[in-house]
Nanobody
Framework: VQLQASGGGLVQAGGSLRLSCAAS????????MGWFRQAPGKEREFVAV????????YYTDSVKGRFTISRDNAKNAVYLQMNSLEPEDTAVYYC??????????????????????WGQGTLVTVSS
Protein backbone atom coordinates (compact mmCIF):
# COMPACT_ATOMS: atom_id res chain seq x y z
CA VAL A 1 0.00 0.00 0.00
CA GLN A 2 1.19 3.54 -0.73
CA LEU A 3 0.34 6.37 1.63
CA GLN A 4 0.14 10.10 0.92
CA ALA A 5 -0.24 12.48 3.85
CA SER A 6 -1.47 16.04 3.46
CA GLY A 7 -3.03 18.89 5.37
CA GLY A 8 -0.09 20.24 7.31
CA GLY A 9 0.66 23.91 7.59
CA LEU A 10 1.29 26.87 9.87
CA VAL A 11 -1.29 27.61 12.53
CA GLN A 12 -1.42 29.71 15.66
CA ALA A 13 -1.65 28.12 19.07
CA GLY A 14 -5.23 27.20 19.84
CA GLY A 15 -6.03 26.65 16.19
CA SER A 16 -7.01 23.51 14.32
CA LEU A 17 -5.79 21.44 11.41
CA ARG A 18 -7.06 18.29 9.77
CA LEU A 19 -4.52 15.89 8.36
CA SER A 20 -5.48 13.40 5.70
CA CYS A 21 -3.78 10.25 4.52
CA ALA A 22 -4.82 8.72 1.22
CA ALA A 23 -3.99 5.08 0.62
CA SER A 24 -3.71 3.19 -2.60
CA UNK A 25 -4.77 -0.40 -3.05
CA UNK A 26 -7.92 -2.37 -2.43
CA UNK A 27 -6.97 -3.80 0.96
CA UNK A 28 -6.99 -0.59 2.99
CA UNK A 29 -9.66 -1.91 5.34
CA UNK A 30 -7.33 -4.71 6.41
CA UNK A 31 -4.77 -2.31 7.91
CA UNK A 32 -4.66 -0.70 11.28
CA MET A 33 -3.77 2.93 10.58
CA GLY A 34 -1.62 5.12 12.76
CA TRP A 35 -0.29 8.65 12.97
CA PHE A 36 3.19 9.34 14.28
CA ARG A 37 5.19 12.54 14.53
CA GLN A 38 8.76 13.64 14.78
CA ALA A 39 9.74 17.02 16.15
CA PRO A 40 13.09 18.62 15.28
CA GLY A 41 15.86 16.95 17.22
CA LYS A 42 13.55 14.38 18.76
CA GLU A 43 12.69 10.77 18.16
CA ARG A 44 9.57 9.74 16.34
CA GLU A 45 6.60 9.27 18.66
CA PHE A 46 3.23 7.63 18.48
CA VAL A 47 0.23 9.95 18.21
CA ALA A 48 -2.88 7.86 17.49
CA VAL A 49 -4.08 4.66 15.86
CA UNK A 50 -7.42 3.37 14.62
CA UNK A 51 -8.08 -0.32 14.23
CA UNK A 52 -9.34 -1.90 11.04
CA UNK A 53 -12.95 -1.83 12.17
CA UNK A 54 -12.80 1.86 13.13
CA UNK A 55 -14.36 1.00 16.47
CA UNK A 56 -11.22 1.24 18.56
CA UNK A 57 -8.76 4.10 18.81
CA TYR A 58 -5.76 4.83 20.99
CA TYR A 59 -3.97 8.10 21.66
CA THR A 60 -0.84 9.27 23.31
CA ASP A 61 -1.67 11.08 26.52
CA SER A 62 -0.54 14.50 25.34
CA VAL A 63 -3.17 14.65 22.58
CA LYS A 64 -6.14 13.02 24.30
CA GLY A 65 -9.17 15.28 24.19
CA ARG A 66 -7.60 17.43 21.48
CA PHE A 67 -6.95 15.06 18.55
CA THR A 68 -9.35 12.64 16.89
CA ILE A 69 -8.34 9.89 14.51
CA SER A 70 -10.88 8.48 12.08
CA ARG A 71 -10.97 6.50 8.88
CA ASP A 72 -13.20 6.07 5.88
CA ASN A 73 -12.62 2.65 4.39
CA ALA A 74 -14.79 3.48 1.39
CA LYS A 75 -12.44 6.35 0.53
CA ASN A 76 -9.22 4.57 1.55
CA ALA A 77 -8.41 7.41 3.89
CA VAL A 78 -7.50 8.11 7.48
CA TYR A 79 -7.73 11.49 9.16
CA LEU A 80 -6.34 13.27 12.18
CA GLN A 81 -8.40 16.18 13.42
CA MET A 82 -6.20 18.33 15.60
CA ASN A 83 -7.77 20.98 17.81
CA SER A 84 -6.38 23.28 20.48
CA LEU A 85 -2.96 22.99 18.92
CA GLU A 86 0.06 23.83 21.02
CA PRO A 87 3.59 24.80 19.99
CA GLU A 88 4.69 21.42 21.34
CA ASP A 89 2.65 19.77 18.56
CA THR A 90 5.05 21.16 15.96
CA ALA A 91 6.45 18.20 14.04
CA VAL A 92 6.39 16.27 10.82
CA TYR A 93 3.38 13.99 10.95
CA TYR A 94 3.44 10.59 9.30
CA CYS A 95 0.66 8.15 8.60
CA UNK A 96 1.50 4.48 8.70
CA UNK A 97 -0.17 1.16 8.02
CA UNK A 98 0.08 -2.00 10.14
CA UNK A 99 -0.84 -5.29 8.53
CA UNK A 100 0.30 -7.72 11.19
CA UNK A 101 -1.61 -9.78 13.73
CA UNK A 102 -5.33 -9.04 13.59
CA UNK A 103 -5.37 -9.08 17.39
CA UNK A 104 -2.31 -6.91 17.83
CA UNK A 105 -2.23 -5.37 21.26
CA UNK A 106 -2.35 -1.66 21.95
CA UNK A 107 1.30 -1.87 22.94
CA UNK A 108 2.22 -3.23 19.54
CA UNK A 109 0.14 -0.66 17.71
CA UNK A 110 1.94 2.14 19.56
CA UNK A 111 5.29 0.88 18.28
CA UNK A 112 6.20 2.50 14.98
CA UNK A 113 8.79 -0.19 14.30
CA UNK A 114 5.91 -2.63 13.81
CA UNK A 115 4.40 -0.73 10.88
CA UNK A 116 5.07 -1.92 7.38
CA UNK A 117 4.13 1.12 5.31
CA TRP A 118 4.76 4.83 5.77
CA GLY A 119 3.71 8.02 4.07
CA GLN A 120 6.09 10.83 3.28
CA GLY A 121 5.07 13.12 6.14
CA THR A 122 3.42 16.51 6.37
CA LEU A 123 4.79 19.40 8.42
CA VAL A 124 2.70 20.99 11.13
CA THR A 125 4.00 24.20 12.67
CA VAL A 126 2.22 25.78 15.60
CA SER A 127 3.25 29.31 16.47
CA SER A 128 2.88 30.75 19.95
Amino acid sequence: VQLQASGGGLVQAGGSLRLSCAASGRTFSSYNMGWFRQAPGKEREFVAVVRRSSSTTYYTDSVKGRFTISRDNAKNAVYLQMNSLEPEDTAVYYCAAYSGDYYATERILRDGNRYQYWGQGTLVTVSS
